[in-house]
DNA sequence: GTAGGAATTGGAAGCGCTTCCAATTGACCA
DNA sequence: TGGTCAATTGGAAGCGCTTCCAATTCCTAC
């Protein structure tokens, strides 16, 4: 019938060595002659031999399980589309490494969270454990999470996190400036930003770089006015709705996320203004509704998944060094900008 | 330090009786006592035994992997959402038992599909498959798998397969009925549908359903005028603009999807139109684009996790019970109307 | 040369579970 | 009462891997 998988032991009698040194081969340990190391690799590539992480963890004694940890707001972001792509990412990510990721929810103003995060350690038996923003910039839970210690990786984390324990993300100040670029080179000098909430890290970055861009091509201070929204549709279309109702609108009008980009959309419309003619409009993300607006918006394309898989993966090869920590240092995911009709005319 | 999670043995050891009877008991094999039975399952719950899944699968020589089967359509409906839903629903019930699964996707039109199905069974050894639309009404296939023979469930599957397999939904025609009912009930009397592209399972039974309601309210014949649509924020836009700009209009417009819903709020809002006095708007499946829309989208909350998620348990069910394949059964999941301002007025 | 220590390798004991097979028990019939 | 067969129970061998520990080999330095 089918043809069994190989074991470890079809790899120890073909390069002639005892399973105890394809292990150590096949999981990079000390004490293996560059040689044998060779010939060893050369049987599993020619056996075509993967290691069955089911008997692994059993007899590593590990439980193989990474947990995710999201931040359950009541109001807030209506983030749904967020999360669950990082947790797709994330278990995607896993299921072809052969572990398991647990996502749990914790209120990030709950007074108990750290006590609750410790305790899922301990219960859990984890091997490691992503954060998700806001959670990636709080100080004290990755201290905690550290101390266990749990090998820990955020995601889009902030500049005081990110020292202190590995991170990955887009650089949103990059994508800010390249999105800014854009826009400039539709020649729009007149610009309005209608910025995240106040203290949310990547809107914060993503204005820094739009800023830069803009200060970089010599315009002066008064082309960009920013305003604030709170990630929200409902906060794009009122924002929006002033900006462009007043004197002197801009002529181009970018949003810190594809949500207010969708509001500023319909109330541009609402005021019977022509897109991009009358004005331009821009999100970030790339998010469903970027597709299901007219016109299709331009956005910047945020790999969330990739993110999420990435911090899976770095927490594996990690383990697979035998480090028990990872080091501190943010790894960037390449974003894209995704010109569309909404700033690019028919 | 954190102490140990329970084996197998130590529930033998408590209960007074060999490994064997204890695994015999937690897999609900046959040849054992009542009494002996009861014993272990108290001791099961005394000492909060659980399996140890890796160690399960690795002993019974299973893979304990589940393949999810999506189409791969290079036009057709931009059902990311959809799928991906599946596919998180489906990995989060695959976690929640300690199995796995792979994701794989297959042209519905590749000639070869069939043979690509054959292969993936034997060559991944999986214990169970899952067909998303429109897999899950390809007659062939479905027999194709079954004769493998690998237990299958089908997602939203058509009559036929219905009576060949397992599968799981929701209950297009009821929710179609529901949907008819709210917007009966809104006093609505000229009423257009778009119904979605020919041939699809799901767009045909919600419309009988909603025919349905509309003929048991006595409504004459022409009080329901259906166009066609094919699913695409486009068509929505196209097609509600068509049938909005005639005379005698309609006073309600139910869209297949939520997307051309989207669509069809547009073209409302270009001819001048308020929502919902001069035309309410409805959809189905509750995707994240119906509250990013002005007015927010009345519309059915399709479970598409839930619906992936009960398919893995079911597979993992009658594996359970030592058999090897489900037996026919379409297995209904709720869903829900959600009214909302784009037919509720304010 | 040779002792001593480091670097390499192999042997063997499990990890927690299923499952084959043998042993025991019970029930039924002649 | 003895014999037969089915129902029940237990023993023990692995599943494919890691890891502790002992054995062997290879270099040094003296």
Known sequence: ???KRPTIDDVAAHSGVARTTVSRVINNGPNVRPEVRARVMRSVAALDYHVNTQARLL???????????HAFEL????NSYYHSGLELGALRACAELGISLHTRTISPVDP???????????RLRCVGMILSPPFSDDEAMVRRILDAPCPLVCISAGPRVQSMTASVGMDDAAAGYALAQHILNQGHRRIAYIDGPEGHISAGQRLVGFRRCIAEAGLPEESLTVERGNFTFRSGITVAQDVLSRDGRPSALVCANDDMAAGALLSAHRLGMNIPEDVAVAGFDDTP??????PPLT??????????ARAVERIVETLNQGQDALAPGFEAIAFEVLPRASTLGT
């Open 299 to 308: 956005t910047v394309h945020q790999p969330i998944r990739r993110m999420s």
């Open 59 to 69: 007899a590593g004694g590990s439980t193989g399980l990474i947990v995710l940890i």
């Open 1 to 3: 019938m089918t043809k």
């Open 289 to 294: 509704v970027s597709e299901i607006v007219w």
């Open 112 to 122: 108990d969270r750290y006590e609750k995060i410790s305790e899922l350690i301990t």
């Open 75 to 78: 109001d807030a972001e209506p």
